[in-house]
């Protein structure tokens, strides 16, 4: 449903009939590249928007900005107000009394992008960025991912970030990225190496703050899980064999026929004392065979 292109048919009609003429909505699928993030939406003396603007722009003829008075997040209830703005701008001010709720759109030759909310507002006293913070996840032989935890305020003040993956006093991976990205993956990578990543925040005056952390790639990281879990099998087959007892109890029994009654056999060990000795029981066995059929 999401990689859908839906046509919206609206028409009018009443008793008297319809009109022949008709409107159109086109919703299209949202394509990453094509869309506009907002970047920080500041309220000072006055309120300005600001975002960044979509890795595609071929065919971008302007942006759209809709706002409204705040009354909770990405929502909209009373009247809704519009500015077109030109392609090469992706700022706006607006004066306003009211908090006020900002979406964008870009506008392209033949169609436009879904809205994209603000997520917070900042304040002159917020001004200022803190260093990136990030977590080193799903680290493989030739790969990692970094996990990014910035807040809106922080992100709303970075301008441009940098991603460099140094070996020694190289560098070997060199990336800029966009702030609002929440994970960055790192391919090309050697195992059994020592690299340092250090992430950059930049803000518009140039100011940078990093963060730099060390990670080891492991080598021999499939040949150790090999060796453990074929050693751990050796080990369970080991123990089932040696714990597992085997004894054979031989009991010396005696066959006693009963001339009295022939239709009695009884199997008896020689003695009491051979019970005891051979954890054995006493079977009692009866036949059906005639004393007149056995040689005596």
Not at 156 to 179: I, N
Request: proline share 5%; aromatic share 10%; charged share 20%.
């Amino acid at each position: 449903m999401n990689n859908s292109h839906y046509r919206v048919q609206i028409s009018c009609y009443n008793d008297e009939g319809s009109v022949d003429n008709h409107n159109e909505l086109h919703v299209f699928p949202r394509n990453p590249s094509h869309q506009p993030k907002i970047k920080r939406v500041l309220n000072s003396a006055q309120f300005e928007l600001s975002w960044h603007a979509p890795t595609h722009q071929q065919d971008l003829t302007s942006y759209t900005v809709m706002y409204c008075n705040y009354i909770s997040a990405n929502v909209c209830q009373d009247s809704i107000r519009f500015a077109v703005v030109p392609p090469n701008t992706t700022k706006l001010r607006i004066s306003s009394t009211q908090t006020l709720n900002f979406a964008v759109s870009a506008n392209f030759a033949h169609f436009s992008t879904p809205l994209s909310w603000q997520e917070c507002i900042v304040s002159p006293a917020d001004v200022g960025i803190g260093q990136p913070k990030f977590d080193v996840i799903d680290v493989r032989g030739d790969s990692l991912v970094l996990l990014f935890h910035n807040g809106c305020i922080e992100r709303s003040f970075y301008d441009r970030m940098r991603l460099l993956v140094w070996k020694g006093s190289d560098v070997v991976f060199r990336a800029d990225f966009e702030p609002y990205r929440d994970r960055f993956a790192v391919q090309g990578l050697s195992p059994g190496t020592e690299y340092a990543v250090q992430v950059l925040a930049y803000d518009g005056l140039g100011m940078v703050q990093h963060t730099r952390t060390v990670v080891t790639k492991d080598g021999n990281e499939n040949l150790l899980k090999a060796i453990f879990y074929i050693s751990c099998g050796m080990l369970m087959a080991l123990t089932i064999f040696t714990t597992a007892a085997r004894r054979r109890v031989e009991t010396p029994v005696q066959l006693t026929l009963s001339k009295q009654f022939p239709n009695e056999t009884s199997l008896q060990p020689h003695s009491k004392e051979d019970i005891e000795d051979n954890n054995s029981v006493l079977v009692q066995l009866t036949s059906k065979t005639k004393l007149n059929d056995l040689d005596t």
